[in-house]
């Protein structure tokens, strides 16, 4: 008969997974009621958009990636959320953390078919300032461009929508 164990690698790894979370949201650089830091970004055309001056109702902006699997189900609950809270009530803005240009973004929009603006956020200042290790990583911010919740790790659908209504009070 074969032995079943399973190696101290896989058990630290299964304990750093379910700690990343605590360790991360005790350790952000962000804080609730400051404004977010503000960047110009590329968008998925090529062009430099500034966030601080896109930013002008309540923003959840998604820090994500093309290879991230629980990305594409809060994507999924993200499209929704547009639809619900409308669009022009309600800013979701993405930042792709592989993307250094438009390609990559333009692929995961094809792929995704997503409508909400994204840009290429693979630079060290912006992963730096957010604190972005990994992804995803969702901000709520207000209409006042304070940041009210900061969720670093998956999300389920009511806990979005709750975080979408407080932003909107």
Not at 57 to 65: A, I, K, N, Q, S
Not at 98 to 117: C, H, V
Not at 147 to 167: A, M
Request: hydrophobic fraction near 45%; proline fraction near 5%; glycine fraction near 4%.
């Amino acid at each position: 008969m074969a032995k079943k164990y399973i190696s101290i690698v896989t058990v630290i790894s299964f304990l750093c997974i379910l700690l990343l979370p605590l360790i991360s949201e005790g350790s952000s650089k962000l804080k609730e009621g400051s404004p977010p830091p503000f960047f110009t970004l590329m968008d998925e055309s090529g062009r430099m958009v500034n966030l601080e001056k896109l930013i002008d109702r309540p923003t959840v902006m998604y820090f994500t990636h093309n290879a991230c699997f629980y990305c594409v189900q809060i994507i999924a609950y993200l499209k929704r959320a547009q639809v619900k809270f409308q669009k022009d009530k309600l800013l979701i803005l993405g930042v792709n953390v592989m993307a250094k240009d438009q390609k990559l973004i333009k692929s995961y929009r094809n792929e995704l078919g997503f409508t909400f603006p994204m840009f290429a956020g693979n630079r060290e200042d912006v992963l730096r300032a957010y604190d972005i290790n990994y992804v995803p990583v969702i901000i709520f911010v207000d209409s006042k461009k304070n940041i009210r919740k900061v969720v670093g790790h998956y999300i389920h659908e009511p806990e979005l929508h709750k975080n979408i209504q407080e932003i909107m009070k």
